[in-house]
């Protein structure tokens, strides 16, 4: 932390994130208005003291509405970063790299098929199947709990996204763990433990992963931004978080379909193309600067 603190870059780059995702987290609580609060007195309206970003074609509040599109980024990226990412992708790079042998081949042929296939059109063909039944499932659970608003909150919508970018993103960060699995199985320290009698799982997550936290820290950061640009990708083709609840892929093809809001509201794709660009890239530098702060061999 001392050695990135003193890199400028690293420092913008993550007040970015941190203000971004706490924007996220905070969103009902600073949020001047809901996000499907319409005043159509308002439409169009530029910058005042009641709508400081101004109003869209509804009057909606547009920072309102950022504020809310960044929580279902938020929401969506980090899903979709502990389930793919972490979960499937340590566990399994772990498993092969130790395993090695038949295992190691098998859960590798399994990642480069996912790798091999082109990934926006099988996220498309998943969600747009499986949304109807994931909101039946969704609809049980209300039934069978006793607690409504689930499907109206837009958590299928939610777990679907999340859930297809974790299918998928797992490959990346089960490769990496693998290749530092398969140089360190045989370190001193793995061979002491398993004199000692370690179990496999306690070798695996008490000896091998902390040492292989450095690189996971990296692919980690970049795969946040990698999750937060694809789900506001497939929500701008129709078919991730749809309306009337909010995201930056609603925003900016909700306004980019009528030639006339860009030439005379350019600011209504303006806010919400600065605030994703301003994420992803950020991401992506300070996934740069953490790569030569934590590698010996860069510093």
């Given at each position: 932390m001392r050695r990135l603190l003193h890199r400028p870059v690293a420092v913008v780059a993550l007040i970015i994130i941190l203000t971004i995702y706490a924007v996220g987290i905070?969103?009902?609580?600073?949020?001047?208005e809901g996000f499907a609060t319409i005043d159509l007195q308002n439409r169009y309206s530029g910058p005042t003291w009641e709508h400081p970003l101004g109003a869209d074609e509804l009057g909606r509040d547009i920072l309102s509405r950022i504020i809310w599109s960044t929580q279902t980024t938020v929401i969506v990226s980090v899903a979709a970063m502990l389930f793919g990412s972490l979960a499937l992708g340590v566990t399994l790079g772990l498993i092969s790299g130790y395993a090695g042998g038949r295992t190691d081949s098998v859960i590798m042929r399994l990642g480069d098929a996912f790798y091999s296939v082109p990934t926006i059109l099988l996220l498309l063909i998943i969600?747009?199947?499986m949304q109807d039944r994931v909101d039946s499932v969704?609809?049980?659970?209300?039934?069978?709990t006793g607690f409504p608003g689930l499907v109206s909150s837009g958590a299928p919508r939610y777990f679907l996204v999340?859930?297809?970018l974790a299918i998928f993103g797992w490959v990346g960060m089960a490769r990496l763990v693998r290749s530092q699995v398969l140089s360190l199985r045989e370190s001193a320290y793995v061979l002491a433990a398993r004199a000692a009698g370690a179990s496999h799982?306690?070798?695996?997550?008490w000896h091998l992963l902390p040492n292989i936290t450095n690189l996971m820290i990296v692919v980690i950061t970049i795969s946040l931004g990698a999750?937060?640009?694809?789900?506001?990708?497939l929500t701008f083709l129709g078919i991730g978080v749809q309306a009337p609840h909010p995201s930056f892929g609603v925003m900016i093809s909700d306004y980019a379909q009528d030639p006339t809001n860009i030439r005379d509201h350019p600011?209504?794709?303006?806010?919400?193309?600065?605030?994703?660009?301003?994420?992803?890239?950020s991401f992506n530098l300070l996934g740069d600067v953490l790569t030569d702060v934590m590698?010996?061999?860069r510093r």
């Open positions: 905070l969103a009902p609580w600073i949020a001047p969600i747009a199947t969704f609809k049980d659970v209300e039934d069978f999340f859930g297809a799982t306690r070798i695996l997550f999750a937060a640009a694809a789900e506001i990708g600011t209504l794709i303006l806010y919400p193309a600065l605030v994703i660009g301003a994420l992803v890239l590698s010996p061999r």
